[in-house]
């Protein structure tokens, strides 16, 4: 399979503090991609990191890769109230991209 | 201009109806894709065309039958609705589709179902 799973399921923060969230996956993977959807809403790609990568930046978001533990993470810094969403991981590379049911950020005013 | 845009936004059915759900991108690209998110928020992927060719297709009940007239528009229809199939539809595109690496999706704004 090559759906992610986000951990934790559900994070709340006050805006300005930083959120992680943390994604494992099973087989080997070409890349990792991170999706938010805010509420009613479809998904929006927010970065993708290549198997031969270990971070990427995009403004405040980083994402880390370490494929020994098959494992990434997302870290969003300076959090603010827009932030409120959910967010998936998938791996790429294949004909389809598997989904989980994400993981829910809510950052409070 | 928007890229993925799905109709209807809400859609609200009696048991047994048929309806269908309308999908269009305006991107270019050559793969689209149905995906089915449940209350739970899972998303599950139904069906995928390529250029107009059925490329995937999950284990979906022969109610839902996608049809895709050009590889701009993907269409789904669900015949004799349930009342599981209430979830909200997305509708995505991917400039390839296939094994192509770095890939991407673009989705639409989704269609809620409800089947009363």
């Known amino acids: 399979s090559q759906q992610g799973e986000e951990d934790p399921q559900a994070l709340s923060i006050q805006e300005g503090e930083n959120a992680t969230m943390n994604c494992s996956y099973k087989?080997?993977?070409?890349?990792l991609q991170w999706y938010r959807q805010n509420s009613g809403r479809g998904l929006v790609h927010l970065i993708l990191?290549?198997?031969?990568?270990r971070e990427k930046h995009s403004g405040r978001l980083r994402v880390t890769l370490d494929t020994s533990k098959k494992s990434s993470s997302l870290l969003i810094t300076a959090s603010r109230a827009a932030d409120t969403a959910s967010y998936f991981c998938?791996?790429?590379?294949?004909?389809?991209?598997?989904f989980g049911k994400g993981m829910k950020l809510t950052v409070n005013p | 201009d928007t890229a993925v845009s799905q109709t209807p936004k809400y859609l609200v059915t009696q048991m047994g109806n048929d309806k269908s759900i309308k999908c269009e991108q305006n991107l270019g690209h050559d793969t689209m894709y149905w995906y089915k998110q449940d209350s739970k928020k899972f998303l599950k992927i139904m069906f995928s065309y390529n250029n107009k060719e059925l490329i995937i297709n999950e284990t979906v009940p022969n109610r839902f039958s996608p049809k895709s007239p050009d590889k701009a528009h993907l269409n789904l229809h669900i015949n004799s609705l349930e009342l599981g199939d209430s979830a909200v539809y997305f509708c995505?595109?991917?400039?390839?589709?296939?094994?192509?690496?770095?890939?991407?999706?673009?989705f639409g704004s989704g269609t809620q179902l409800s089947v009363l």
């Open positions: 087989t080997s993977i070409n890349n």
């Open positions: 998938t791996q790429g590379g294949s004909e389809k991209l598997v």
């Open positions: 990191i290549r198997s031969n990568e």
């Open positions: 995505a595109s991917s400039q390839k589709g296939g094994r192509a690496t770095n890939e991407k999706l673009f």
